[in-house]
């Protein structure tokens, strides 16, 4: 990072055009785009951004819904009510 003076003793730090910028943190809200749960909601609970020994790669962890409740009507019985409404929730590893 550069920085650079100005009059009135305040600094205007600029940042290296190689180093990129870590917009993925978490509570963020994200959507996935590959594999299995495809265009489910999650949030980023916790970032590896420099890896473990066993993943020597950046990778985050997620909590979402892998299962949306779905529409109710009123004439369904109760057992039916109870399984539609039931969320399966997803924890995940993701690159």
Known sequence: MERRALSNNATIEKSNP???????KPNKAVVLLQGRFVGRKAVIVRSFDDGTRDRPYGYYLIAGIAKYPKKVI????????AKKSRVKALIKLVN
């Not at 004439?75 to 009510?81: G, I, R």
């Open 18 to 24: 190689t180093e990129m910028v870590k917009f993925l």
């Open 74 to 81: 009123h004439k369904d019985l109760a057992k039916k009510m």
